[in-house]
């Protein structure tokens, strides 16, 4: 069979690769332990799902439109305007079926064949193939441990060309947890105001897992705030990841535009979920602030084991879920006649050999590294350490 060409124009997502090698070595009686999924380890709150099972019985069981509820983008707005003083009408708020649809649908409907995505690394692995996807090219703009994984204004905008049509980034950012302050998003929005045409992808979907203080929206800024498409979603702050719930708020136009592209695809979002969503975005956090607690918990945890090994440097997260550790000094080492040549390598070492499944850095632009999770329970993070520690001794 000769399938579509486009599929050779993306690769797998290496989280979902590396997952899914796990659970074939689990299969066959393993005890592996993933740090490779950003997944949280909480049960969705109690009082969203009592939501979602009063929404059952009283029968939201019909097609839903395509853009969403309207009570639901109204709280979106509701909550867009609470925790972060943004003013948004429905006719800027897309529901789609995870934020991943999200950023798929904004790249789709605003890409065309050579258009350049400016992408400061390390990204989320799925940010570069959808902008191939959509025929694009993404532009790289490389940050380092150094400047704490974040780009210089400078740095953006030599980057900018005639041909650059969007700039996509996160904050808090997977894989790296580096979150932009008011003060350094200022800087790039300055840089963005002498290029209208270019527009910003906002991924925010990591808003609540902040360890440094207030959560900064690049759409605050008010002069740009049109050109800003900010995208969030339920996954990561209400541990809702299997409920798959995404949105955007946007300027009409790139709503329109993105509802159309929905509505071949997969149309409305689930209606439970999006009954189960008003309740999570308009009722209390203090399930997510509790989550979030643990998780200070174990980033302090973790962090003080990496210390403990040998040639690994990591700077510390500031928000999301994860560790991201350079470990190029155990490149070139060997384990019986197998050479570590570079992350992949050693992260492949790690999954058959310490059982603990983790994601190379190449994935996300930043071959030097591997991605941890710690959304894990901190027994199975301490244990997993220790087994990576004894790992990366036997390497000669």
């Not at 955007?248 to 709503?255: K, R, Y």
């Not at 440097?313 to 994860?322: H, M």
Request: proline share 5%; hydrophobic share 40%.
């Amino acid at each position: 069979m000769q399938l579509s060409l486009r599929l050779q124009k993306f690769n797998e997502p290496e989280t979902l690769k590396m997952a899914k090698l796990g659970r074939e070595l689990r299969a066959k009686g393993v005890d592996v332990i993933d740090l490779s999924l950003g997944e949280p380890d909480f049960d969705t709150p109690e009082h969203i799902k009592e939501f979602a099972k009063k929404a059952i019985d009283d029968n939201w069981s019909h097609y839903t439109p395509v853009a969403g509820y309207a009570d639901l983008r109204e709280a979106i707005c509701l909550k867009l305007k609470r925790d972060n003083n943004l003013d948004y009408k429905p006719e800027n708020i897309l529901v789609s079926t995870g934020a991943k649809q999200s950023l798929a649908n904004v790249i789709l409907a605003m890409v065309d064949e050579g258009d350049e995505v400016i992408i400061p690394t390390p990204f989320w692995v799925t940010y570069s193939e959808l902008v191939r996807l959509a025929d694009g090219k993404p532009v790289f703009v490389k940050s380092s441990i150094e400047s704490e994984y974040k780009i210089s204004p400078a740095q953006l905008e030599q980057a900018i060309t005639k041909r650059s049509k969007l700039f996509m980034f996160s904050s808090p950012c997977n894989p790296s947890g580096a979150v932009y302050s008011r003060k350094e998003l200022e800087g790039l929005v300055e840089v963005f105001r002498k290029y209208p045409d270019i527009y910003i992808i906002s991924d925010e979907i990591y808003e609540y897992i902040n360890y440094v203080g207030k959560h900064e929206s690049i759409a605050q800024f008010a002069d740009i705030k049109d050109r800003v498409i900010l995208v969030n979603g339920l996954s990561k702050g209400f541990a809702m990841t299997g409920w798959r719930l995404g949105y955007i708020a946007a300027d009409p136009a790139i709503v329109k535009g993105t509802e159309k592209l929905q509505g071949q695809f997969t149309s409305g979002t689930c209606s439970i979920t999006q009954r189960a969503a008003i309740m999570a975005l308009t009722g209390n956090l203090d399930p997510s602030f509790s989550m979030v607690k643990e998780f200070t918990k174990r980033r302090k945890r973790i962090l003080e084991l990496l210390k403990e090994i040998p040639g690994i440097e990591c700077s510390e997260p500031e928000g999301a879920f994860y560790v991201f550790p350079k470990v190029d000094k155990y490149f070139g080492r060997k384990f019986d006649s197998q050479t570590i040549a570079n992350a992949d390598d050693l992260c492949m070492y790690l999954l058959n050999t310490a059982h603990v499944s983790t994601v190379t850095g190449t994935a996300f632009g930043e071959p030097t590294c591997i991605r941890l999770s710690f959304a894990n329970s901190m027994q199975n993070i301490e244990k997993a350490m220790q087994r990576v520690k004894d790992a990366l001794a036997a390497l000669k």
